[in-house]
């Protein structure tokens, strides 16, 4: 494997994916196939189950290991990849979210504010919807939710206006047109910082990111085996407040699940109380570590 993705926190993943050298555990989030790599040298008989949707990862990193199996799918559809595969039953599942150095490096995807490109951000390349056609065409209604929600932005009508009012003028077509305009209300030294989080929601918006996490989550109730266990590290507030509350509550309120008669116990025991943080040596050699959360659940 080429290994064009750094993992993040690796040996804390692979630590508390409490690996049995006869399991088979799912890699969600294939990318540079760190974590692959990482768990086929911990097995002996076991399998690994690696998807991803962009296509890249799988071209790039192709591996010689007859335990390694590569879905080019989205994680969404874990069970019915599994199904494909004869595999009812997984020991352990680990996902890094987000998008991966490589895809933030790679000019042409359009991920960073900082690229050349045509406004895309697309994960899987064979997607019909882009950025370009939701900064384009969505309403300010639209337009504010997803900038609230995905970026915690306080004002997002700020940011929605400024694009609505040039779009009217010129589409938006490149990532320097959507820089340049926000560039009109993000000022000052929080500028990176402020472009990097409305890219953010763009980007969980064009892939669906928190619909896909979700489904991901709930699949893995049904298809852990009983004391399997879940490892995912979020890079944002929003994924990371999903998985705290599926894990503690088995749903993505903040309440517990209830039915006419009581509260429903999670099907989880929350393995990490607090989410594990990236070493500062991690995050010196490793700068995307710096806002990682890893949270580990085991199904009971």
């Known amino acids: 494997m080429n290994n064009f993705h750094n ?29 692959s790599l990482a768990i086929l040298n911990k097995i002996k008989s076991g399998k690994v189950i690696a998807f991803d949707q962009d296509g890249d990862a799988i071209l790039r990193n192709q591996a010689n290991d007859k335990r390694l199996t590569i879905l080019n799918q989205n994680f969404k559809y874990l069970k019915n990849g599994l199904d494909s595969l004869g595999i009812s039953k997984i020991d352990g599942l680990i996902a890094d979210l987000g998008v991966s150095s490589y895809q933030l490096d790679t000019d042409h995807r359009g991920f960073s504010f900082n690229s050349k490109s045509d406004l895309d951000m697309r994960m899987n390349q064979k997607s019909n919807i882009c950025a370009k056609q939701i900064i384009n065409s969505y309403k300010e209604v639209d337009l504010n939710k997803l900038f609230k929600e995905y970026a915690d932005f306080k004002n997002p009508s700020r940011i929605s206006s400024v694009i609505i009012k040039n779009r009217a003028i010129k589409e938006i077509k490149s990532v320097s ?12 030294p929080k500028k990176n910082k402020l472009l990097a989080r409305a890219f953010q929601a763009i980007r969980i918006e064009v892939n669906k990111e928190i ?32 998985i705290k ?7 993505f309120n903040s309440f517990p699940r209830s039915n006419i008669y009581k509260n429903e116990p999670s099907p989880f025991k929350v393995i990490t109380k607090k989410p594990i943080k990236a070493s500062p040596l991690e995050v010196k050699n490793n700068s995307r570590a710096r806002s990682a959360r890893l949270r580990v659940a085991q199904l009971i």
């Not at 944002?236 to 999903?242: A, G, M, N, P, Q």
């Open 7 to 35: 993992p993040v926190l690796l040996y804390d993943c692979i630590d508390n994916l409490n690996i049995n050298e006869n399991g088979i555990y799912v890699d969600a989030t294939f990318g540079g196939g760190g974590h």
């Open 177 to 188: 047109d959507l820089t340049s305009i926000l560039s009109e209300i993000f000022k000052g």
């Open 211 to 242: 619909e896909c996490l979700k489904e991901l989550l709930l699949s893995t109730i049904n298809v852990l085996n009983t004391n399997g266990r879940i490892v995912v590290i979020s890079y944002h507030s929003v994924e990371d407040r999903i």
């Open 245 to 251: 509350n599926f894990f503690k509550y088995g749903g």
